[in-house]
């Protein structure tokens, strides 16, 4: 069995065991895990910061950035939010008041929680993960599920925003069904601020770039099959299905059919430009 840098049993692509979480575009580890990290999104939403769900992620089958172990996210015990705001790396992305509501709300869950802006290497401010095994996230899911008691809310929320020290935004695309440089762009750039890709932003969309977007749609739940960077078939018609859910794509008037075309191009403009930052 496959077992992530904590231990938890890795999840495949459309596990029964993971389920929906309202707070992030994306599923994580259902029971107690849910309990948690759901609790953990409504006090960060209230006292830290504004959750965007489209910008906040959780389940995908990948392994540590840099490492050959099984990320948490591979697991469904960890989420980010507001990637964009947060950037993989930065530090410094929270305000003081921040980040003393961030300590409140990990003290209050009993240490179940271990957050990335406190890793000792590369920072990883948008993180959120699981830790301490099944007895602890039993003990303090019964602890939500009974009352917190007398939990007081440590400050005001506010709007996350790009974070400023690398670049988060990219220009308003020209919904022209042509995926060119600015495309390419738009595309490894979103996905360079939910830690899918590190490498250059160079405007061209190869392999690396559609392994990041394969990845992507896996924690999504869309796309099941192996990330090897080529974005045919298989990889198209879950890009295709997640357009249409997020109503880019008008499903009545196209069919979702496996061709990367014109109006599949346009529906991901159109989607990454929800997305920029702005």
């Not at 580890?29 to 953990?40: F, K, P, Q, V, Y």
């Not at 406190?118 to 959120?128: A, I, L, S, T, V």
């Amino acid at each position: 069995m496959a077992l992530t840098r904590l231990g938890w049993d890795v999840l495949e692509p459309g596990s029964n065991r993971l389920t929906n979480l309202f707070w992030i575009t994306g599923k994580v580890r259902n029971g107690d895990a849910h309990t948690i990290l759901n609790e953990l999104g409504r006090r960060f939403n209230s006292e830290v910061e504004a959750i965007r769900k489209d910008w906040s992620w959780g389940y995908a089958k990948r392994p540590v950035r840099g490492a050959s172990v099984a990320s948490e996210h591979s697991a469904g015990v960890a989420v980010d939010f507001n990637a964009p705001a947060h950037g993989l790396g930065l530090s410094g992305t929270f305000s003081a008041v921040q980040v003393k509501a961030i300590r409140k709300i990990l003290a209050d869950l009993d240490g179940a929680v271990r957050w990335g802006g406190d890793y000792g290497g590369r920072k990883d401010e948008m993180h959120f993960e699981l830790q301490g095994g099944v007895a602890k996230l039993a003990k303090v899911a019964a602890k939500i599920n009974g009352g917190m008691g007398d939990v007081k809310p440590a400050g005001k929320p506010s709007k996350p925003k790009p974070a400023g020290k690398r670049p988060t935004d990219y220009k308003d695309l020209e919904i022209d069904g042509k995926f060119g440089s600015a495309s390419a762009e738009a595309v490894q750039i979103l996905m360079s601020q939910i830690g899918l890709y590190e490498r250059e932003i160079d405007k061209k969309a190869g392999e690396h770039t559609w392994a990041a977007v394969q990845e992507w749609l896996n924690g999504l739940g869309y796309y099941k099959r192996d990330v090897d960077g080529d974005f045919s078939k298989h990889s198209v018609i879950a890009l295709q299905q997640f357009l249409a859910k997020k109503g880019h794509l008008d499903t009545r008037k196209w069919l979702i059919d496996g061709k990367f075309g014109a109006e599949t191009i346009k529906a991901f403009q159109r989607y990454l430009n929800t997305q920029n930052g702005k």
